[in-house]
């Protein structure tokens, strides 16, 4: 297979750029560097490919580039990025594909469980609608502008991925020093939702739906079995043989983080990755403590 990733330099592009070259499958990586080989090609959301012409012939799109949403927090000059970053970078990329003569069979377009914003204990599927805060709005201009490619004949999958499980990027890596030095605990009252998946099973779940051409729409990356940060934070200690009795109270997190703490840390989202098991995917890490403990057994990337 001949397939585009951008973003491949980050924590799931790179690993699923390992995954495909051991494939032997051959890759175009766009990105914002200037390119260094032929397999890379120059792309940025304000400007779209500098090479529009190397996208002819391909088999499949996938499209994971966007500002990360980590920071001490939320500017406005951080939001207006995000968005840029987001809607506007995939609004460029299905404008190129709409162009081309040959276009790809499959656009895979990134989006989050960042979707369904703050739910409490309500039980979200695909099939839910989208929540009210930031996040939700962000992904729901993102998932929009990818929607577009279907206009333009495209098979369009969506990935609302949960937390990625790696100690080389993402929540988790941000978590372990603090629960290394045994001052790790629960974040407000511990009773959100955290709805999570491993990396190795988010690459195997990309691969299923572009190799399943059935699948259109949304669909929820995340273990079959969401946990509340106090089972979360439980785990992680267990599995670090470190304390976890130092908890963050919610009146602090809104005040050192704001806008960004409220949204990414307590905020909850109980969700169940519906479609994928209606599909027969097979998960290798449905549990929380057997993910955490192969994370960190990793070699890094």
């Known amino acids: 297979m001949r397939i585009l990733i951008t973003g491949a330099s980050g924590l ?11 494939k032997g499958f051959e890759l175009l990586l766009a990105g914002r560097s200037e390119p260094k080989d032929d397999r890379q090609t120059k792309w940025t ?11 002819e012939g391909l088999d499949a799109v996938i499209h994971l580039a966007g500002e990360s949403v980590s920071a001490l927090r939320w500017t406005d000059e951080k ?9 506007n970078g995939t609004r460029s990329v299905v404008d190129a594909l709409s162009r081309l003569k040959k276009r790809p069979k499959v656009f895979i377009s990134g989006s989050a469980t960042g979707f369904y914003g703050d739910r409490d204990d309500e039980i ?14 962000i992904c729901r201009e993102w998932e929009a502008e990818s929607r577009r490619a279907e206009d333009a004949g495209i098979r369009t999958v969506l990935l609302r991925t949960g937390i990625v499980l790696s100690k080389d990027g993402g929540a988790l890596a ?19 939702w955290m709805s999570w998946i491993s990396l190795d099973d988010e690459i195997r779940a990309i ?12 669909v ?28 963050l109270p919610e ?44 994370a960190l057994s990793s070699p890094s990337a």
Request: hydrophobic share 45%.
């Open 12 to 22: 799931i592009g790179k690993a699923l750029t390992k995954s495909f070259d051991d």
């Open 45 to 55: 959301a304000e400007d779209g490919f500098a090479e529009p012409e190397r996208l």
């Open 79 to 87: 939001k207006a990025a995000i968005r840029n970053s987001r809607v």
């Open 124 to 137: 979200l599927t695909e099939s839910s609608v989208a929540g009210d805060n930031f996040l939700a709005e």
């Open 174 to 192: 941000t978590m372990l020093l603090p629960f290394k030095l045994g001052v790790g605990g629960v974040v407000g009252d511990g009773k959100q």
């Open 207 to 218: 691969e299923f739906v572009l190799e399943h051409e059935e699948v259109r729409g949304a």
């Open 220 to 247: 929820n990356l995340t273990s079959p079995n969401p946990v509340t940060n106090q089972e979360f934070t439980a785990a992680l200690g267990e599995v670090l043989y470190r304390p976890t009795f130092i908890p």
């Open 251 to 294: 009146f602090a997190v809104s005040m050192l983080l704001g806008e960004m703490g409220d949204e990414l840390l307590l905020s909850s989202a109980r969700v169940e990755p519906a479609r994928l098991e209606q599909l027969g995917f097979e998960w290798h890490f449905p549990e929380l403590k057997a993910a955490l403990e192969h």
